[in-house]
């Protein structure tokens, strides 16, 4: 699975929208990008994921970009309760296999009052 | 919504005792996981099951681990004889099909404390 590099920590004001990046330059064709978010100590979070095209649910936007190198999540309007690691995660489809995810150390995002 | 539940939240155990960790995956789910969380660093695969056998499992996840599906419902990890090093957040996931489309639902979590 290709390597994802995230900041450390970002900040964002309540009300604003937080626009949190992943550069994944070496994934590949059939690699998926798949966005996960753990509050706490709690279990981690789907949140949503694409393949090439845009995203967008009620949640949040997937935006990747047009050589799949980089992605950006945006939670349109940052709330308190959206204070959480987020995990940019790239994964694999080759048919066969359980796709169990790979977490890295994530984005500490922080909403600010 | 439907969701993955799992028990108990928190359990303590002396070292070297036996510990079963339970999970209830969504009903229509078909691929099962396990991973665990140490204080402080990152979530860890341990293991996958699918159609009543393990499809992939890690490196942590050694002799002293075993998982099984009992019944319909639930999904267990074993520990046979715990270590200090056990102690850790231990999550359970499920997945409905394995197309990547899918997402895993991950559950609240148990908390292992080994003393």
């Known amino acids: 699975d290709a390597k994802t590099t995230q900041p450390t920590s970002m900040d964002c004001a309540e009300g604003r929208a937080a626009n949190l990046p992943c550069n994944h330059s070496?994934?590949?064709?059939?690699?998926?990008v798949y966005w996960y978010r753990q509050i706490h100590s709690q279990g981690p979070q789907y949140i949503i994921h694409?393949?090439?095209n845009n995203e967008t649910n009620e949640m949040a936007s997937l935006i990747i970009t047009e050589d799949r190198k980089s992605s950006t999540l945006i939670l349109p309007h940052a709330t308190l309760r959206d204070t959480a690691v987020y995990y940019c995660?790239?994964?694999?489809?080759?048919?066969?296999?359980?796709?169990?995810?790979?977490f890295g150390k994530g984005t500490k995002l922080s909403v600010i009052p | 919504e439907p969701e993955v539940t799992q028990t108990p939240s928190h359990q303590v155990t002396q070292m070297g005792q036996e510990v079963i960790l339970r999970c209830v995956p969504i009903?229509?789910?078909?691929?099962f996981y396990w991973y665990r969380q140490i204080l402080g660093q990152k979530v860890e695969f341990l293991v996958s099951?699918?159609?009543?056998?393990?499809?992939?499992k890690s490196e942590i996840f050694d002799d002293q681990f075993s998982v099984e599906r009992p019944d319909g419902s639930n999904f267990t990890l074993k520990i046979r004889s715990t270590k200090l090093e056990d102690s850790a957040m231990y999550f359970c996931a499920s997945r409905r099909d394995r197309d990547p489309s899918y997402e895993q639902y991950f559950g609240p979590g148990t908390r292992l404390t080994v003393t």
């Open positions: 009903s229509n789910h078909l691929y």
């Open positions: 995660i790239v994964r694999a489809y080759s048919g066969a296999g359980s796709y169990q995810l790979t």
């Open positions: 070496t994934i590949s064709g059939n690699e998926y």
């Open positions: 099951f699918y159609n009543n056998e393990i499809s992939e």
């Open positions: 694409g393949l090439k």
